[in-house]
């Protein structure tokens, strides 16, 4: 019997148009609610409908990408490992780099210098009259599932199929920089990204990751309402 022929090479093109085209959807539906927003909001919009209209838009939104990214993911038995346990002592180890992360990271934001001109999502949300918890799912909650699924879940590991391991972590780190669309943030948005893809890649699962960015962004959301 002749031996079976061997399986055909995937290209490259084809194993990252997917995610990438995902991604540009993402950065779409981002601006579409940008937009949507700012045509409805005006300074006489009750606190209470403004919050409602963020339910149903931004959560609901957020609710819906992050099914559809579950099922890129799920679909691709390779990046379905991100669900697995880490390995042994790699979750303390992950929590050691990045709370000293954290603390860099906080550091050296605190210290940017701002005319005033720029206001952060989430004094935003503060000065619309937001409680709180709806701040915590929007800023903390939904970016630690949706963006670590994202980026160094379904992007990072078809990354890892055709780039080395450090460009392919540099790479996912500058596409969720660039997602933030922050010119003043960029450089500490990529190292926030490139850690987590470290911390993703050492531990051989996500939850490292989605939990260090879930603590993150809740810790700057008490921060601002000052909670904390």
Do not use: K
Not at 111 to 129: F, Q, V
Not at 149 to 165: A, D, I, N, Q
Not at 204 to 220: F, I, R, S, V
């Amino acid at each position: 019997m002749a031996d079976a022929p061997p399986p055909a090479a995937v290209a490259p093109a084809d194993v990252l148009r997917p995610a990438l085209l995902l991604w540009l959807a993402i950065q779409a539906a981002h601006g579409l609610y940008g937009q949507v927003m700012a045509f409805l909001w005006t300074p006489s919009t009750a606190a209470s409908a403004y919050v409602l209209l963020h339910v149903l838009l931004y959560e609901v939104g957020y609710l819906a990408l992050c099914v559809v990214v579950v099922r890129f993911v799920w679909r691709d038995a390779e990046a379905r490992r991100v669900f697995a346990r880490p390995r042994p002592r790699m979750v303390e180890l992950c929590l050691l780099v990045g709370v000293a992360m954290a603390l860099l990271l906080w550091a050296w934001e605190s210290r940017i210098p701002s005319d005033g001109s720029a206001t952060s999502p989430i004094a935003a949300e503060r000065d619309a009259g937001w409680p709180w918890w709806v701040s915590l799912l929007a800023s903390a909650v939904a970016p630690a599932l949706v963006e670590e699924w994202m980026y160094r879940g379904l992007l990072l590991t078809r990354f890892l199929r055709v780039l080395s391991p450090g460009l392919a972590i540099a790479v996912q780190a500058m596409l969720f920089s660039a997602m933030h669309a922050d010119v003043v943030m960029l450089l500490p948005h990529f190292v926030f990204g490139f850690t987590a893809g470290v911390l993703r890649v050492a531990a051989g699962a996500l939850w490292p990751a989605m939990l260090l960015h879930l603590l993150w962004n809740a810790h700057l959301v008490l921060r601002e309402y000052a909670l904390l």
